[in-house]
Every structure is written in structure tokens, then in C-alpha cells.
């Protein structure tokens, strides 16, 4: 081990476990909140089961306002709501309160697309069968659409690791920020290259297992 990283070994490790710990939390908030959400937005669309235009302008305003935020201003924007909710605006911790929307939102529109991908004879068969709305969503949709929603996660866990290295802002600590803080403003330019090459290694291993789990899903 290089003695950089020996000497900033503790501080690497915790560096990672928060954004472990940022990515986690914001990751449950996309499957939780945004696969609902999206579904919601594909079966209140035009022509769909339960086509509902008010409802899909407002959700889809609602996504794409939060998508069309800059990061940087959104978790600024999103203090007072933070505080609001988990007692104080800086932290780790707080780190994922806007991590957590722009997570949901981001998912919500690729579930969306992904469902959209699903082809419409699949769902006339199922309506033509009486099945309910719900066993059309977890015995078809979900089913025909997995891999997709699968590679749209990956897609956005990528994305969310990306988000965490702007979370240093509010004190939300790691990767990102300690490459920043311990490597760029303390002119240690090995540091800051071993963490980059520690974010690179962590999407790539992410996307792969991503991808190999997109491709067996997909039975095609």
C-alpha cells in the first residue's frame, strides 16, 4: 500500500462508508418511491389503463422539474426541507434527504420508459384474461420490463455516486469530498488520483454486475 493511502487509511475507510451509506439510503428511496411513482406515470398516460391526464401532468411536472435542477442548487434549495426532516441540514445523514428526491425522480422517468417499452399486446392479453390492475403490474409489466428496470437502476446508481461527491457542501463527507478536501486543496495529487481511481473501479464493478443481471433477467 502507498504510504499516502496508509497515512489517510482511517479516513479512506470512512470516506467510503459514507458514501456507501448516501448511495444505500438513496437507492432504497428510488425503489421504494420512484418505481411506484413511475409506474403511476406509465398507467396514467395516454391511452393506458388508467389514463388520468391531470394526475400524469403533475407527476410528470413534479419529476421533471426535480430533474431539471442543477444538483449543486438543489441540495441548497432543499436546507430548510432537510432540516425540517432530520433535524439539521449538515451531515451525512442530511446528505441524503436531496439525494433521495433526485434519486426518486431520476428512477421514476426510466421505470417509466422502461414500462413504455413493454409491448401493448402483452397488456391486451392480460386485460382480455380479467386480470386487475395489480396482477397486470406484478404478473406482466414488472415481468416483461425487468431488465430494463434493472439497467435503468444501475443507471442511476451510477448517477447517485456521481451526486455524492457534491454532498462535501452540507458536510455530507465521502469520496468525492475527501478527495477534494485531503487531495486537491491540500495539493496532494496522488491522493486525489488514487480516490478517482477508487470511484472508477466502484461504477465499473456496478455496471457490470448491473448489466450481467439485466441479461439473465432478460428471457427474451
Not at 23 to 38: R, T
Not at 57 to 75: D, E, H, Q, Y
Not at 94 to 116: C, D, G, M
Request: some cysteine; aromatic content about 10%; overall charge positive.
Amino acid at each position: 500500500m502507498p504510504d499516502v493511502l496508509r497515512q489517510y487509511e482511517a479516513e479512506i475507510w470512512r470516506a467510503i462508508s459514507e458514501t456507501f451509506f448516501m448511495v444505500g439510503v438513496s437507492i432504497v428511496a428510488a425503489v421504494l418511491i420512484g418505481l411506484p411513482i413511475g409506474t403511476y406515470l406509465f398507467l396514467c398516460g395516454k391511452e393506458k389503463l388508467l389514463e388520468n391526464r391531470v394526475v400524469y401532468n403533475i407527476l410528470n411536472l413534479a419529476v421533471n422539474t426535480i430533474r431539471s435542477f442543477p444538483f449543486l442548487l438543489l441540495v441548497v434549495f432543499l436546507i430548510p426541507f432537510t432540516r425540517l426532516i432530520v433535524g439539521t441540514a449538515i451531515g451525512t445523514v442530511a446528505a441524503t434527504v436531496p439525494l433521495s428526491i433526485i434519486a426518486i425522480a431520476h428512477y421514476a422517468r426510466l421505470v417509466e420508459q422502461s414500462l413504455l417499452d413493454v409491448p401493448k399486446g402483452v397488456i391486451e392479453a392480460a386485460v382480455s384474461m380479467g386480470a386487475s390492475v395489480r396482477r397486470i403490474i406484478f404478473s406482466f409489466l414488472f415481468v416483461e420490463a425487468r431488465s430494463g428496470l434493472v439497467l435503468g437502476l444501475t443507471t442511476s446508481i451510477v448517477s447517485f455516486i456521481s451526486y455524492s461527491t457534491i454532498m462535501g457542501v452540507v458536510g455530507g463527507g465521502g469520496i468525492g469530498d475527501f478527495a477534494i478536501r485531503y487531495g486537491y486543496q491540500q495539493f496532494k495529487t496522488d491522493l486525489m488520483l488514487y480516490m478517482i481511481f477508487i470511484m472508477i473501479i466502484l461504477v465499473q464493478l456496478i455496471q457490470m454486475i448491473g448489466t450481467a443481471a439485466a441479461r439473465w433477467l432478460d428471457k427474451r
